[in-house]
């Protein structure tokens, strides 16, 4: 494996030299971190962190190799990737290959050696920020003023990079292109708004009878009620929510319409959709063992997070109901709205990577397009 010295750099001016383990190059991003043991392929396929360097905190990575079932879209999103240490020599009886072959061949910039204890604790002091890596410029100034005249993240509509092109439809044997209408061979029929969604959310609706077409972000509120849908899904996605202005109207034209769910940026969205507005969040919620409390029951829900901004639970209005809440910080996790049949939740519940604690809100969603607002949450 052949290595090459390169520069992490921060726009504070931090920086960690470390070795490229996938060529030459340079990128550019919000450079986060991901508390996540296991897990890295679904990190570097969740269209979620498009835009942004990710940095493993777990010190080894690559010893399982990547294989052809654990894509949660069909390629890689980050920008760069920062590990500890990369073992080149994977052990899985699914592996088909090594994870730095995996990003080479598709060109992604991804480290090792790098300090990853202090560029995580630098970040959670000082927040997440812009940042660049290269193997080129290795001149620490130079590099520096190439970091700050980077694009910034906020403000950004990165939806638009990683939506599907074209309507889709998801069922029983998987995604059909070229389908863009219901086949009525599910009992449910449910609209997804792809604003950077993960398989395994599709997987978990197909695996409970319902078909699924799939339209991208910018679809018209008009386009999906002539579907007829029983639901209607918002997806998770990348960037800044306050950035979505056409997709916010779109959502807040189906409110009441159609019973709605949200994850993620698409809770986000509803969030505004509904009148509260977003911010964000100093570092980030990034990884799949955050406790989150659910106020029905009062169980805590060891959930997978990927989200950098936050709605502002104080605005929301006084029909929504607040269900979840981040037990580390106490920010929104989860919001209902009885009148409309509208539900979202921040963290990832199709668990992909981490764990299965909070599956039942695909079913719970189920239950809200059957009509049912009482004990929607077990």
Avoid at 112 to 126: F, P, S, V
Avoid at 240 to 253: E, G, H
Avoid at 349 to 370: I, T
Wanted: charged share 20%.
């Amino acid at each position: 494996m052949q290595r090459f010295k390169a520069l992490l750099m921060l726009e504070d001016g931090t920086h960690f030299w470390g070795y490229s383990f996938t060529g030459r190059g340079e990128t550019f991003g919000e450079v986060v971190f991901n508390t996540g043991m296991t897990g890295y392929q679904e990190i570097l396929t969740d269209p979620s962190y498009h835009g942004q360097i990710v940095t493993m905190t777990y010190p080894l990575i690559g010893n399982y190799g990547i294989n052809t079932e654990d894509m949660e879209s069909e390629g890689i999103h980050v920008a760069g990737f920062v590990v500890r240490e990369y073992q080149p020599f994977y052990s899985n009886w699914r592996a088909c290959k090594s994870l730095g072959e995996w990003l080479k061949e598709n060109n992604i910039l991804a480290i090792e050696g790098i300090d990853t204890r202090a560029l995580t604790r630098h970040l959670r002091i000082h927040g997440a920020m812009k940042g660049g890596i290269t193997t080129e410029e290795l001149d620490p100034k130079k590099f520096l003023e190439k970091v700050k005249a980077s694009p910034d993240y906020v403000g950004r509509d990165l939806v638009k990079y990683v939506t599907c092109d074209e309507v889709f439809y998801y069922g029983k044997n998987g995604k059909e292109k070229g389908v863009k209408k219901f086949k009525g061979e599910g009992k449910y029929k449910v609209a997804v708004i792809d604003c950077g969604l993960k398989l395994n959310q599709l997987r978990i609706f197909s695996s409970l009878g319902v078909e699924c077409l799939v339209f991208p972000a910018y679809v018209s509120a008009e386009e999906i009620l002539s579907h007829s849908p029983d639901g209607v899904f918002v997806s998770n996605g990348p960037g800044d929510p306050a950035a979505l202005k056409p997709i916010v109207s779109t959502v807040r034209s189906l409110l009441g319409k159609v019973p709605m769910f949200g994850i993620c940026l698409g809770h986000q969205i509803i969030g505004q959709a509904l009148g509260a507005s977003t911010f964000k969040l100093k570092f980030g919620h990034r990884g799949i063992n955050h406790p989150v409390l659910n106020l029905f029951n009062k169980r805590v829900e060891i959930t997978s997070q990927n989200h950098g901004f936050c709605v502002k639970k104080e605005e929301l209005p006084k029909e929504a109901i607040v269900t979840h809440i981040n037990l580390n910080d106490e920010t929104l996790e989860g919001i209902f709205v009885p009148d409309l049949k509208v539900m979202s939740v921040q963290y990832h519940p199709e668990n992909a990577p981490g764990p299965h604690d909070s599956v039942y809100l695909f079913e719970s969603f189920l239950r809200l397009v059957e009509g049912e607002v009482e004990n929607i949450y077990p």
